[in-house]
């Protein structure tokens, strides 16, 4: 964990990277930024005297990296480490932050980068907020891929080893698919030169997947998760 000074350290760049794109005279300048292990977003907004006519500009280059090392480097195995900030600097070089720990920072965030962040930035039960509890009870906790062995797969020779074995499939696109049995519901992405796989499943029920994945004439894989996006156990053949 980062002492108080590292941090400050990092604060600093932060406010040396945003005067490089700073108007020659500015009176305040606004960060607002979100982190999380997957993906990350910025807005920063410069006022030149009329709080009123915020402008938009462009991030500098770089910031990403050192916000990145600030979020890890405030993580605390109890409290997590924060979702976003708020990072003012005025024209004079003084600057303040406010972190946010608890709220969910965006809607348009996918849930899956939630449980993706969890499972790399823990929290104790106490501190995980009632939203991100809720969600996990419904997020994906299978992800998987068909690899390209001995050859690249197919992705609607995938979705028929599924159908033979009594789930229901659904093209959404040209290559993309929705798998759904009485205990599982997954989605396929066709990423050449593999077929990636996601969705929640009963996890009582894993063997009867490992059993429909056995059965393509590709190697395939997969992990499962809990409810928290820890790790339970990775399915790789032999």
């Given at each position: 964990?980062?002492?108080?000074?590292?941090?400050?350290?990092?604060?600093?760049?932060?406010?040396?990277?945003?005067?490089?794109?700073?108007?020659?005279?500015?009176?305040?300048?606004?960060?607002?930024?979100?982190?999380?292990?997957?993906?990350?977003?910025?807005?920063?907004?410069?006022?030149?005297?009329?709080?009123?006519?915020?402008?938009?500009?462009?991030?500098?280059?770089?910031?990403?990296?050192?916000?990145?090392?600030?979020?890890?480097?405030?993580?605390?195995?109890?409290?997590?480490?924060?979702?976003?900030?708020?990072?003012?600097?005025?024209?004079?070089?003084?600057?303040?932050?406010?972190?946010?720990?608890?709220?969910?920072?965006?809607?348009?965030?996918?849930?899956?980068?939630?449980?993706?962040?969890l499972s790399g930035f823990p929290r104790a039960e106490e501190h995980v907020p009632e939203w991100l509890k809720e969600l996990m009870?419904k997020a994906s906790n299978v992800f998987g891929l068909v690899l390209d062995t001995p050859e690249v797969p197919n992705p609607h020779?995938?979705?028929?080893?599924?159908?033979?074995?009594?789930?229901?499939?659904?093209?959404?696109?040209?290559?993309?698919?929705?798998?759904?049995?009485?205990?599982?519901?997954?989605?396929?992405?066709?990423?050449?030169?593999?077929?990636?796989?996601?969705?929640?499943?009963?996890?009582?029920?894993?063997?009867?997947?490992?059993?429909?994945?056995?059965?393509?004439?590709?190697?395939?894989?997969?992990?499962?998760?809990?409810?928290?996006?820890?790790?339970?156990?990775?399915?790789?053949?032999?």
């Amino acid at each position: 964990m980062l002492s108080p000074t590292e941090q400050n350290d990092l604060l600093a760049e932060i406010a040396r990277l945003l005067t490089t794109v700073m108007p020659p005279s500015f009176e305040l300048a606004e960060l607002n930024g979100f982190v999380l292990a997957g993906t990350s977003g910025y807005q920063l907004l410069v006022d030149k005297g009329d709080p009123e006519k915020m402008r938009r500009m462009q991030v500098p280059y770089g910031l990403d990296q050192v916000m990145r090392e600030l979020r890890r480097g405030m993580y605390d195995p109890e409290r997590g480490s924060w979702y976003s900030l708020i990072f003012e600097l005025s024209g004079d070089g003084k600057y303040s932050v406010r972190y946010n720990y608890d709220r969910r920072p965006s809607k348009s965030i996918l849930d899956d980068e939630f449980s993706r962040d969890l499972s790399g930035f823990p929290r104790a039960e106490e501190h995980v907020p009632e939203w991100l509890k809720e969600l996990m009870s419904k997020a994906s906790n299978v992800f998987g891929l068909v690899l390209d062995t001995p050859e690249v797969p197919n992705p609607h020779r995938v979705a028929e080893a599924f159908r033979d074995a009594g789930w229901t499939t659904e093209m959404n696109a040209d290559t993309e698919y929705a798998l759904t049995t009485d205990w599982a519901r997954l989605s396929t992405k066709n990423t050449h030169p593999f077929v990636r796989f996601a969705g929640r499943a009963e996890l009582s029920r894993i063997a009867e997947l490992r059993a429909v994945l056995a059965a393509l004439p590709w190697r395939a894989e997969f992990e499962t998760y809990d409810d928290r996006g820890l790790l339970i156990e990775e399915f790789k053949p032999a």
